[in-house]
């Protein structure tokens, strides 16, 4: 290995979605033979596995779990529907606890059926923070808000810019609600580069102005086209496409930011090869387009 990669290294994390065809023990076993002191994981496959088994499991392969993915889809107007995502949410919670993760990542959900209303459903995603970030904080956990981007609005996240994001998180103390910056998300925003710097700080102490920083997570991903049907399995691999990777890590670097960089990949290109052989391309090219 070149001279660069030991200190990004040290902070990489493999989330478990870029190489989905590994199980959680072949991703265990497989991160830590290249290195890496950190996974992100999802609740499915966790809950299939067992949340204590796969705590006990990444903690035995010398790993830490730097995210859950994922809690949210707060938008919901009736009552019954509200209730029950906030159970759902308690449950994320206490499983990123058992986990050892202090990053549960919410995704804030889209607009309700024949809904036009964005502002309002941005507020029910506040209320729900509110409810959530005390019990949330009683049991180690943050939550951290991820902006998508844009197309996703109306289904899946009514959160689409790092401005929005941090206007919703502001309203609570910084050590229980962050945000998570993804470059496949923000990339096109020519705000992002002062909404980072808004963020800023440290992500364990205080930054010179006492306030901890914003930023609970900070994942990679290149945006490629064409986009495939359904947008959701359209990430590209790191160097592929459009997204200045480099610039992100020097501007969140910037902010204070000295937490996990964790790859996330949706691709079934990637899916359908070896994982060990992907891994050794992911590593590979954060030495070329992260360091």
Same mark, same amino acid.
């Given at each position: 290995?070149?001279?660069?990669?030991?200190?990004?290294?040290?902070?990489?994390?493999?989330?478990?979605?870029?190489?989905?065809q590994?199980?959680?023990?072949?991703?265990a076993d497989?991160c830590?033979r290249?290195?890496?002191?950190?996974?992100?994981l999802?609740?499915?496959?966790?809950?299939?596995?067992?949340v204590?088994?796969?705590?006990?499991?990444?903690?035995?392969?010398?790993?830490?779990?730097t995210s859950?993915?994922?809690?949210?889809?707060?938008t919901?107007?009736?009552?019954?529907?509200?209730?029950?995502?906030?159970?759902?949410?308690?449950?994320?919670?206490?499983?990123a606890?058992?986990?050892g993760? $202090?990053?549960l990542? %919410?995704?804030? =959900?889209? &607009?309700?059926? #024949?809904?036009?209303d +964005?502002?309002?459903?941005? /507020? @029910? *995603?506040?209320?729900?923070?509110?409810?959530?970030?005390?019990?949330?904080?009683?049991?180690?956990?943050?939550?951290?808000?991820?902006?998508?981007h844009?197309?996703?609005?109306?289904?899946?996240?009514?959160?689409?810019t790092?401005?929005?994001?941090?206007?919703?998180?502001?309203?609570?103390?910084?050590?229980?609600?962050?945000?998570?910056?993804d470059?496949?998300?923000?990339?096109?925003?020519?705000?992002?580069g002062?909404?980072?710097?808004?963020?800023?700080?440290?992500?364990?102490?205080?930054?010179?102005?006492?306030?901890?920083?914003?930023?609970?997570?900070?994942?990679?991903?290149?945006?490629v086209?064409?986009?495939? $049907?359904?947008?959701? %399995?359209?990430? =590209?691999? &790191?160097?592929? #496409?459009a997204?200045? +990777?480099?610039?992100?890590r /020097? @501007? *969140?670097?910037a902010?204070?930011?000295?937490?996990?960089?964790?790859?996330?990949?949706?691709?079934?290109?990637?899916?359908s090869?070896?994982?060990?052989?992907?891994?050794?391309?992911?590593?590979?090219?954060?030495?070329?387009?992260?360091?």
């Amino acid at each position: 290995m070149t001279d660069t990669v030991p200190p990004l290294l040290s902070r990489l994390s493999l989330n478990q979605e870029t190489v989905r065809q590994w199980s959680l023990p072949e991703l265990a076993d497989g991160c830590a033979r290249a290195g890496l002191r950190g996974v992100g994981l999802w609740r499915a496959p966790v809950r299939a596995y067992g949340v204590a088994a796969a705590a006990r499991l990444v903690r035995d392969a010398g790993l830490a779990v730097t995210s859950l993915c994922r809690g949210g889809f707060f938008t919901a107007v009736d009552p019954g529907e509200r209730r029950a995502a906030l159970a759902d949410n308690r449950a994320a919670i206490d499983e990123a606890a058992t986990l050892g993760t $202090a990053t549960l990542v %919410l995704v804030s =959900g889209g &607009l309700p059926p #024949g809904s036009r209303d +964005l502002p309002g459903a941005r /507020e @029910r *995603v506040a209320d729900a923070l509110a409810e959530l970030a005390p019990y949330a904080a009683e049991r180690g956990v943050r939550l951290a808000l991820e902006p998508l981007h844009p197309m996703y609005a109306a289904d899946r996240c009514v959160v689409s810019t790092l401005a929005q994001a941090l206007d919703l998180a502001e309203r609570f103390p910084a050590d229980r609600v962050g945000v998570v910056v993804d470059t496949y998300h923000l990339w096109w925003d020519d705000t992002v580069g002062s909404q980072l710097a808004r963020a800023g700080g440290t992500d364990t102490a205080t930054s010179a102005a006492g306030r901890p920083s914003r930023i609970a997570a900070f994942q990679l991903a290149d945006w490629v086209t064409p986009l495939p $049907a359904g947008v959701l %399995l359209g990430r =590209g691999q &790191l160097g592929d #496409g459009a997204v200045d +990777l480099r610039w992100f890590r /020097e @501007r *969140v670097d910037a902010a204070g930011y000295r937490g996990p960089v964790e790859v996330e990949i949706f691709n079934p290109s990637l899916w359908s090869r070896d994982g060990t052989e992907v891994l050794a391309e992911v590593l590979a090219r954060c030495v070329q387009h992260v360091a």
